[in-house]
């Protein structure tokens, strides 16, 4: 159209009239591209929260191929004309919301959605993504790979921080946790491991296909769908915990003596934490060299080797710190890490190891030009830091110089109160030192400060 004729249409248009063609062209209400993470700005979305995921993959270890459907089940906390989601890498082969294909587009790791109409605020709408390729993993920050990567026999599937996205569109990041369900098919005489309860194993023509069920809210970086040739194990514990481990049988000669120690791992932690926060365990050894860490992946962690006891520790405390009581932002991570390096000392300490004492003291006596220095764990400073020595060894002498101040009664009475106060839930450092001055009743602002957000070595506690 002209632009004079456009004008004069506006002329005569009456202001009745103007009023419905504002209201035709309502306000575009977008959801962001992130949560507002500063060390990963792209990370989660906003505009909705996932309720559920139900995740049906297909994956061939020779192809290295994927197929995949996701649908999402969400609530909008906005009205929304788009919205996110994060994806990377693989083909999207169609997209609807509810039962209307939607409009989409991909920007580097956003699926940008347009529905066929506006959602509007607190509507529930579910999304539907079909999708297939190669999936790859993610190159971090510090230089580490996570998500979809695979291995000789299978895959070694690990999302932290950001790998979940290489698998499925996620709402990918912790502040949004979600149910999980998972049917995965694999050529037989292969194991799919996921997170949560096995609810059926099947195999026809030649293919097994595993159902998982993840109940209890999870963050997209804890899922898992693991694959692999594995010898598995299955039993219930004492306290009716369902466990399932799956070991490569390269590993399981190692592995054996470790995961034999696992119930009474739980158990030991369950007393000094409470509760443990899921209804299903276990562990999944891989053999995957190119790998070079373990995860806390949901109610079973996946190691790239055999666990040694320090590590099966480690990530089986992440199922209180980290995975039932989530971050709300990565700068906090040293409430996950911190929390299970300080258990490992715990467990050395009460099972004829160092004490923690001994272990606080080794850190304490390295250099002040040591990593171990290098930046204070409560403000790591950026993305490629999070897993850096500061955030494991520091972050745990921090709870150790709490432990030292308030007394053990205090605590450990800290430990649960946090874990049971926050479960299946979220928790921030601040709420963390609230609580500790609430329980021991001691102003310990200075401690923090020193311990958590102070650049360089502290003075002796
Ligand atoms: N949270 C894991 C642990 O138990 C470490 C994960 C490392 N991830 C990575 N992409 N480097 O300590
Ligand atoms: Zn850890």
Redesign the pocket.
Known sequence: MPKAARRTFVLVTTPVALVALIGAAAPAATGSKGVGDPYFPLAGNGGYHVEHYDLTLGYDPGTRHLDGKAVLTARATQRLTRFDLDFKGLTVTGLTVGHAKAAFRRDGQELVVTPRRALSKGERFSVTVTYKGKPGPVK?P?G?L?GWIPTDDGAFVAG?PQGAMTWFPANNHPKDKSSYDFTITVPKGRTAVANGVLRSQRTTHGKTTFRWRQSEPMAAYLATATVGKFKVEQFTTRDGIRVYNAVDAREAAAAAPVLKKLPSVLEWESKLFGRYPFRAAGSIVDHAPNVG????TQSRPVYDRAPDLSTLV??NA?QWFGDSVSLTSWKDIWL??GF?TYAEWLYAEQHGGDSAQKAFDDLYAKPASDELWEFPPGDPGSGGNI?GTPVYARGAMTLHVLRTTVGDRAFFGILRAWAGGHRDGHGTTAQFERLAEKVSGKKLDGLFKTWLYTPGKPNRP
Do not use: I, P, T
Not at 293 to 296: D, K, P
């Open positions: 971090d510090d580490s996570d932290e860490y373990a995860l806390e480690h990530e992440h996950n890490e299970a897993f």
